[in-house]
């Protein structure tokens, strides 16, 4: 009888955990698709959190269960917003530290098989090849000690995701120069940060903004940077190639980076790309490594969104019901027009970029 009460016990614990993880995943997948949640750090330390819940209260008895429930609650927060791709990310990155710290667990315990280290001189075939054996032992019971170790894993990522601005901005240093004339294109809070701590080393220099219709949030990254005692000037998207004469380098955020060293910026960076392109105007991206994705992007329309086509057109307009407005979130800017990414760790090169996903995800996990 009393086995009985204790097994019953410890079936309504589990339900009540299991109800607590569906509700928060439910909560957190609304968020994501009301667009209550935006912003590429949010989205991404919102997902980690539910992470960290998930592992911190789920019922599995081994890593490989919770790397399956991990996968199937990754699909449905990239489902409920396919471009923001800092979601997708932090699921990729969650199942890179469980498999790290299995394979930690396994060597400490003394097996045979322990984690393989990272063959820097493979190919980018291979390290694309999601065939390849990684020895990595997911049966590995999912103890309270391998719970701590990978929820400690995740506050870390976490908080260096919440530290990015300070790291990048360390970098300043290195890239702007006095007399540099920058130009940049709209709001970015990383470019902001990056220039605004430029400005304190007693280095005189100019930056350009490109007011980015239709939302025109250049005219806020001006005043931030002319409240920082920068001198700005503003103007508009169709002078940018004009004015690229004149221009040192251009410096830029992103909302994405892509597996082969390519792009995906606010709508109107793929032109300002190309006439530093033309005119061989060094092209920065200022980012966090979180925003490192693992999937490739071919044209225009790769994790596209399209905006209120209000924006451009009033829907009173008369013209409206005969017009097809259309009013994309994003640029795609291939890897041939970027000069350097400047991350929270130090520069690189685009054709660097394949070998930071053999550090950050397991090629097993690209596609969830």
């Known amino acids: 009888f009393t086995w009985k009460i204790l097994a019953m016990e410890s079936k309504a614990s589990k339900d009540t955990k299991n109800s607590f993880i569906s509700k928060i995943v439910e909560k957190t997948e609304q968020n994501f698709k009301r667009r209550r949640i935006h912003g590429s750090s949010d989205c991404a330390v919102s997902t980690l959190q539910l992470m960290r819940h ?59 098989e322990g984690p393989v280290d990272v063959d820097l001189s493979r190919s980018l075939t291979k390290l694309m090849d999601t065939n390849h054996d990684t020895k990595v032992d997911l049966s590995v019971k999912l103890d309270i000690n391998l719970r701590q170790i990978i929820i400690e894993e995740i506050s870390e990522i976490i908080e260096d995701i919440k530290r990015v601005y300070a790291h990048i901005k360390a970098y300043s240093v290195e890239h702007i120069h006095a007399k540099d004339i920058i130009l940049t294109i709209g709001y970015s809070t990383t470019v902001m940060h990056f220039l605004t701590e430029a400005s304190k ?53 992103s909302h994405a980076v892509l597996a ?52 451009i057109l009033k ?32 520069g690189n090169s685009p054709s660097y970029i394949y070998r930071l996903l053999t550090e950050y995800y397991d090629a097993e996990d690209y596609d969830l």
């Open 54 to 112: 998930v592992v911190s209260k789920g019922k599995f008895s081994s890593a490989s269960l919770l790397i399956k429930k991990i996968k199937v609650i990754g699909r449905r927060l990239s489902a409920a917003n396919p471009t923001q791709l800092t979601i997708g990310n932090s699921i990729r990155r969650v199942l890179h530290v469980i498999r790290q710290s299995c394979a930690e667990i396994k060597r400490e315990g003394g097996a045979e």
């Open 201 to 253: 080393l007693d280095r005189e220099f100019e930056v350009i903004v490109a007011e980015s219709g239709p939302s025109y949030d250049g005219h806020k990254m001006s005043k931030s940077l002319a409240k920082a005692g920068i001198e700005t000037t503003v103007i508009t998207d169709s002078a940018v190639f004009a004015m690229m004469g004149v221009i040192n380098k251009v410096i830029i955020g």
């Open 315 to 346: 829907f009173e307009e008369a013209l409206v019901e005969k017009v097809n407005v259309q009013n994309p979130g994003h640029d795609y800017i291939p890897p041939k027009l970027v000069s350097l990414f400047i991350t929270n760790f130090g």
């Open 260 to 311: 082969n060293g390519g792009i995906v910026a606010r709508s109107g960076a793929h032109a300002v790309a190309a006439a530093a392109g033309h005119h061989k105007v060094p092209f920065l991206c200022v980012t966090g490594l979180y925003k490192l994705c693992p999937l490739y992007g071919f044209d225009q329309d790769t994790f596209n969104d399209f905006r209120n086509p209000g924006e």
